[in-house]
């Protein structure tokens, strides 16, 4: 069975920092790549990031690149959001997400974790 | 960077209607469409990929068409079930973007 566990989430300063885990598995991690998407309170879902399947190549929406950092430990099966200079915009839950294709990166996202909730407060 | 509209923005319909949400995308994007079902304080659910193909276990009143820049999700048969936000997203070109969503409500 395929299980996505987000973990990391806590309240942040503004300009904090933090780093968002996603534990993987019940299947070939090495073999897919990995999305970040997160979703505003009440609101819509917002892709933030995509590594591809041999972290290659990442990828970020334009309101975080820069600031926001995704890696993967295919040792740990495990992927990663490293986030600074927060802003109380990024406020959301944060899904980590798994490409429904091996070695590619076009074509959806089968596999959802729970979420995780960043708050940015003072 | 690419823009998806999604209408209707809310729909309400009875039980066995038929439904279709449209998306447009601001440029071309082949067949690189996915469309997601997405249920209060769930995560979202993969109902369609590549524009039409239907996600493995998926029930079959879903279907999925179109390319290029419009592109259509339809419920054949509207099922108490189907009470749900549906967002497309492409995945053609970088940044990858999701529509603003479509609230599904039953009459």
Redesign the interface.
């Known amino acids: 069975e395929v299980q996505l566990v987000e973990s990391g989430g806590v309240v942040v300063q503004p300009g904090g920092s933090l780093r968002l885990s996603c534990a993987a598995s019940g299947f070939i991690f090495d073999d897919y790549a990995m999305h970040w998407v997160r979703q505003l309170p009440g609101k819509g879902l917002e892709w933030v990031s995509l590594i591809t399947w041999d972290g290659g190549s990442t990828y970020y929406a334009d309101s975080v690149r820069g600031r926001f950092t995704v890696s993967r430990d295919d040792g740990e099966n495990s992927l990663y959001l490293q986030m600074n200079s927060l802003r109380a915009e990024d406020t959301a839950l944060y899904f980590c997400a798994k490409d429904v294709s091996r070695y590619s990166s076009r074509w959806g996202l089968d596999y959802w974790g729970q979420g995780t909730l960043v708050t940015v407060s003072s | ?1 690419i823009q998806l509209t999604q209408s209707p923005s809310f729909l309400s319909a009875s039980v066995g209607d038929r439904v279709t949400i449209t998306c447009r995308a601001s440029q071309g994007i082949s067949s ?1 469409l ?1 469309w ?1 079902q ?1 249920k209060p304080g769930k ?4 109902l ?3 524009a039409s193909t239907l ?1 493995s276990g998926v029930p079959s009143r879903f279907s999925g068409s179109g390319s290029g820049t419009e592109f259509a999700l339809t419920i054949s048969s509207l099922q108490p079930d189907d009470l749900a ?1 549906y ?1 497309c ?1 492409q ?2 070109t ?8 479509t609230k599904v409500d039953i009459k």
């Open positions: 960077d690189y996915a997601y997405q995560a979202p659910k993969l369609i990929y590549g996600q936000t967002y997203q995945l053609n970088y940044p990858l973007a999701f529509g603003q969503g």
